[in-house]
C-alpha cells in the first residue's frame, strides 16, 4: 500500500478510493458537490493525567459546534495522551494514563485513544503527533473517505502559543494551514481577543473554530489530582470505571505529585538549546 498519497490527501477532506496520484484520482472520481459536508476528525493531545468528564465534553461540545454550521461532520475523535518524556510535574506513568483513557472512552461509539504519542521513547511534537495520525487513520478507519483532521483543544492552548520556548512558530502555522483547530471557549473569556492580538492566529483565524461551552464546567485534572491527594471524594468528577482503576493502583499522591519536580518541560528544553 502506498503511504505517501493518502497521507497528502488527509488534509483536504476530499474522497479517494486508492494512493493513486492526484491527476489519475481526479480523472478516476468527478467533483463533490459544494454542498456536500467535509468529514472531520478531532484529535485531543495533553496530559490525561487523569482523564475527566471534562475531557471527553470537550469532544461533544466541538462535534455539535461543527456539525451545527452545516458545513462538517465530524465522524470520529481521537485522544492521544503525552509520553512520559513530557517531563511534566505531576505525570503518573503513560500506561496507567492510557488506561485510564481507554477506561473512559469505552461507553462512546466515536472517541478512541492513540497510543502512538505515548510509546515514543522522545517528546513529540503536536504537528508530529498530527501527521503521523493521519497515516494510522487512514490504515485502520478509512477506505473511501479521508477526513480532514483538526486539533481540539481549549483556550489554554491558544494561550500557550503565547509563552516562549513553547512552541516553534513554525509548528504553530503549520498545525492552523494544515490542519486548523477547533477551540472550546467559555462564555466570557477572550478568546477572540487573544486571536486578535496575535500576528499569527490573525493571519489563519478562519482555519481556528471556537466554540462556546455555554453550560460552565470548571473540572480540571489538577483539582482532581489535588482532592486524592487529601482522601477527598472525586466522584462524578472521573468516570466510575477511572475512579476504580485509580483506587486500585492507589494513584495520585504527594510523592508522584513530585514527578519530574525541579525537572525543565521537554518543549522549553529542546527550544531554549535550538534559540541558544
Known amino acids: 500500500m502506498t503511504y505517501l498519497p493518502l497521507c497528502l490527501f488527509f488534509a483536504t477532506g476530499r474522497c479517494c478510493d486508492s494512493g493513486l496520484p492526484s491527476h489519475l484520482w481526479q480523472q478516476k472520481r468527478p467533483m463533490e458537490s459544494p454542498a456536500s459536508k ?13 482523564i475527566t468528564h471534562m475531557h471527553l465534553r470537550l469532544f ?5 459546534g461543527l456539525n451545527g454550521t452545516g458545513k462538517y461532520k465530524v465522524v470520529k475523535g481521537i485522544i492521544s495522551p503525552v509520553g512520559d518524556a513530557y517531563k511534566k510535574k505531576g505525570l503518573i506513568s503513560s500506561s496507567h494514563r492510557m488506561t485510564m ?15 502512538w504519542e505515548s ?28 477526513p480532514q483532521l483538526k486539533l481540539l483543544c481549549g483556550t489554554d492552548i491558544l494561550e500557550s502559543f503565547a509563552v516562549p520556548n513553547l512552541w516553534k512558530r513554525e509548528d504553530i502555522s503549520e498545525i492552523l494551514t494544515d490542519y486548523g483547530m477547533v477551540c472550546i471557549t467559555r462564555a466570557g473569556n477572550q478568546a477572540q481577543k487573544f486571536i486578535y492580538e496575535s500576528d499569527i492566529l490573525w ?9 462556546e461551552e455555554w453550560i460552565s464546567n470548571d473540572i480540571s485534572a489538577t483539582k482532581i489530582r489535588r482532592a486524592l491527594r487529601r482522601r ?10 477511572v475512579l476504580a482503576y485509580i483506587e486500585k493502583h492507589k494513584l495520585y499522591s504527594e510523592e508522584s505529585e513530585e514527578q519530574n519536580s525541579g525537572v525543565i518541560l521537554a518543549p522549553l528544553q529542546r527550544y531554549a538549546k535550538d534559540a541558544s
Not at 467535509?38 to 487523569?50: D, E, K
Not at 483513557?101 to 497510543?115: C, Q, R, Y
Request: glycine fraction near 2%; proline fraction near 2%; charge should be negative.
Open 38 to 50: 467535509i468529514a472531520v476528525v478531532l484529535l485531543a493531545c495533553g496530559s490525561f493525567n487523569p
Open 60 to 64: 461533544e461540545l466541538a462535534r455539535d
Open 101 to 115: 483513557a481507554k477506561l473512559a472512552t469505552e461507553s462512546s461509539d466515536w472517541v478512541e485513544v492513540s497510543n
Open 119 to 146: 510509546s515514543q521513547n522522545e517528546w513529540q511534537e503536536t504537528v508530529k503527533v498530527l501527521s503521523d495520525s493521519v497515516l494510522k487513520l487512514i490504515l485502520q478507519l478509512f477506505l473511501k473517505c479521508t
Open 203 to 211: 493571519r489563519r483565524k478562519e482555519n481556528i473554530h471556537l466554540v
Open 232 to 241: 477527598q471524594s472525586v466522584r462524578y468528577l472521573v468516570p466510575d470505571s
